[in-house]
């Protein structure tokens, strides 16, 4: 079956521009993360959602890092006014809800930001 | 705060080395562990996980992991590595009382086995 689908593969921004980055995960999975994955370096928690809750964003590093999920599925994760240390690999996750299965965490290819 | 510590980031072996890469996580709560591997060009697989019960868990590819859970570690394991077995080595912790089950990984180690 499909997997979890990140768009775009690759971004390129100049510095200050604002970017939008789409996740599509697996159909029927409730819950949907979003990691930044520095070079060099593993993946760090961004954010999480509940079907269309955002329950945890403790790990957004700055407002301007946005999330959301509108509809319980699709997941964008915005940027506004990039900075050179915003450029990583993102990464987004999906996985079920329900028992010991909820802690399965599927992977998408993740999109890499580069800021110039 | 959790953390989760890998112990080297770069390991070079030839074909058919027996590989042990080490993890250490900091909680003392109930965990669940798990081991990603990333293939180049490919994104994060499970390789396998460990969530109770008999503390040697066996993966995919041949890979198995230990959990002891006194030295707080999960290491991995293979007895003798190919070299489709190139690719960076994940451990990661979810915290069983931590709302949303988010990873919390280590910084990877890259292993290169040389055919």
């Known amino acids: 079956g499909a997997g979890v689908s990140q768009s775009p593969r690759y971004k390129v921004a100049k510095r200050g521009q604002d970017v939008a980055l789409r996740c599509d995960p697996i159909?029927?999975?409730?819950?949907l993360f979003w990691y930044q994955q520095a070079l060099g370096q593993g993946p760090e928690f961004l954010t999480y959602f509940q079907n269309e809750a955002q329950l945890d964003k403790s790990g957004l590093p700055s407002d301007r890092f946005f999330a959301e999920r509108p509809e319980g599925s699709v997941s964008t994760l915005k940027i506004q006014r990039t900075q050179q240390e915003d450029s990583a690999v993102y990464l987004c996750?999906?996985?079920?809800?329900?028992?010991?299965?909820?802690?399965?965490?599927?992977f998408g290819p993740g999109t890499r930001l580069t800021v110039t | 705060a959790q953390s989760v510590s890998q112990h080297n980031h770069h390991v070079i072996l030839s074909e058919a080395a027996s590989l042990e890469l080490g993890c250490n996580y900091s909680?003392?709560?109930?965990?669940?562990l798990f081991w990603y591997v990333q293939y180049p060009g490919q994104h994060l697989q499970l390789l396998l996980k460990?969530?109770?019960?008999?503390?040697l868990v066996k993966g995919i590819k041949g890979f198995e992991a230990e959990f002891i859970k006194s030295k707080f570690s999960f290491n991995l394991r293979k007895p003798s590595v190919q070299w489709s077995d190139t690719a960076e080595y994940f451990c990661a912790v979810i915290s069983i009382k931590a709302a949303g089950n988010k990873l919390t990984f280590g910084g990877g180690t890259r292993v290169l086995v040389k055919p």
């Open positions: 909680y003392g709560g109930t965990v669940n």
């Open positions: 460990y969530f109770s019960g008999d503390p």
């Open positions: 159909s029927g999975h409730v819950s």
């Open positions: 996750a999906s996985s079920l809800y329900r028992g010991r299965a909820s802690y399965e965490q599927y």
